[in-house]
């Protein structure tokens, strides 16, 4: 089955600990992009991939990392979560072109106290 | 960035057709109308695009105005799966192949209640 996979779907941590959510896609697509949803603000994106090793920021990239080593991975990196990462995290990935559509991860959702 | 304006909630019956209107008076000549759905607790998933004739798949239809300035997702026959937030949006495919434009810019969307 075509699918964006997201781990862990749920996960609580504390300030400052490292974190890593991982994103997995086997469609063979190209871009990639991670998307935070918060109550109020809708989705934004945090940073998005064009293809491996070509990474680029979003709207909201502060306090994120990501890398593209391989094209069917992208992780997302907190090096230190602080409170107001607390959010709903969606993973999306897509071929290039105007005529596809985004396939999106089922979310992760952090919580970081 | 061209925008789009939707109501923010509608209700429908079950079995019955609803049609979702989106605005975008601002829409330049190449942009392309997106139409994604989030169902709760899910992440968003594509239903439907198009640039100037309607376009049907076996989610929804899609009916663009002649000016283009505006649009509407037809589906069919509401369920009670079909409950979810519904968000029109414009992408650009000159601009397609580079990062900025690759990312989909949501907006607020409309909530669709279906009811028995």
């Known amino acids: 089955e075509a699918q964006v996979t997201q781990n862990p779907r749920y996960l609580i941590t504390v300030t400052g600990k490292k974190l890593t959510v991982t994103c997995s896609q086997n469609m063979n697509h190209e871009y990639m992009s991670w998307y935070r949803q918060d109550p109020g603000l809708g989705l934004r994106q945090i940073y998005y991939?064009?293809?491996?090793?070509?990474?680029d920021k979003g709207d909201v990239p502060e306090g994120y990392k990501v890398s593209r080593k391989e094209k069917r991975n992208f992780p997302l990196i907190l090096e230190s979560p602080s409170p107001n990462q607390t959010s709903l995290y969606f993973c999306?990935?897509?071929?290039?072109?105007?005529?596809?559509?985004?396939?999106f991860g089922s979310g992760t959702r952090l919580t970081v106290v | 960035d061209a925008k789009t304006t939707q109501p923010n909630s509608m209700e429908s019956n079950e079995e019955e057709p609803v049609h979702l209107p989106c605005n975008h008076s601002t829409i330049s000549g190449t942009d392309y109308i997106h139409w994604y759905r989030q169902l709760p607790s899910q992440g968003p998933e594509y239903v439907i695009h198009g640039l100037t004739s309607n376009v049907n798949n076996r989610m929804a239809s899609l009916a663009i105005a002649e000016d283009r300035k505006s649009s509407t997702l037809i589906l069919h026959r509401a369920t009670l799966r079909d409950a979810a937030v519904y968000y029109c949006i414009l992408r650009d495919p000159q601009h397609i192949n580079t990062g900025t434009a690759s990312k989909l810019t949501f907006g607020t969307g409309t909530r669709l209640q279906v009811t028995l």
């Open positions: 999306a990935s897509s071929f290039t072109g105007e005529h596809y559509g985004y396939t």
């Open positions: 991939s064009m293809n491996v090793e070509a990474t």
